[in-house]
């Protein structure tokens, strides 16, 4: 299984970025997909997650309607929506993909040992 975030960038703070997750090797259907984000000096937080099949969604409440994660079957991808970005917000954000079995819903929480696969990390600034 391979994860590759992109879309991670420098933005003002008010603004809005896109990140992407491309995930292969595995099917979407067969496995969730997590957001975490990373700060320096600071613990690993999960903010956002996705289920397999039904796509049910999860957030943090730090990020709690300003983010929106989402997810194209067919192209394998999952993405995360930020928008109203705070500085406080910057940090490396992985995607990570919890696994399960296929054609049974993979619903775990925002705790990263749930997850068995991790991207690489895309940087996003928020600054002025």
């Known amino acids: 299984v391979q994860l590759v975030e992109s879309g991670g960038g420098s933005v003002q703070p008010g603004g809005s970025l896109r990140l992407s997750c491309a995930v292969s090797g595995v099917s979407s259907d067969a496995v969730a997909i997590g957001w975490f984000r990373q700060a320096p000096g600071k613990a690993r937080e999960g903010i956002s997650r996705i289920s397999s099949i039904e796509y049910i969604t999860s957030y943090a409440e730090s990020v709690k309607g300003r983010f929106t994660i989402s997810r194209e079957k067919f192209a394998n991808k999952v993405f995360l929506q930020m928008r109203s970005l705070k500085p406080e917000d910057s940090g490396i954000y992985y995607c990570?993909?919890?696994?399960?079995?296929?054609?049974?819903?993979?619903?775990?929480?925002?705790?990263?040992?749930?997850?068995?696969?991790w991207g690489q990390g895309t940087q996003v600034t928020v600054s002025s």
């Open positions: 990570a993909a919890a696994d399960g079995i296929e054609g049974v819903t993979v619903v775990p929480t925002l705790n990263d040992w749930e997850y068995d696969y």
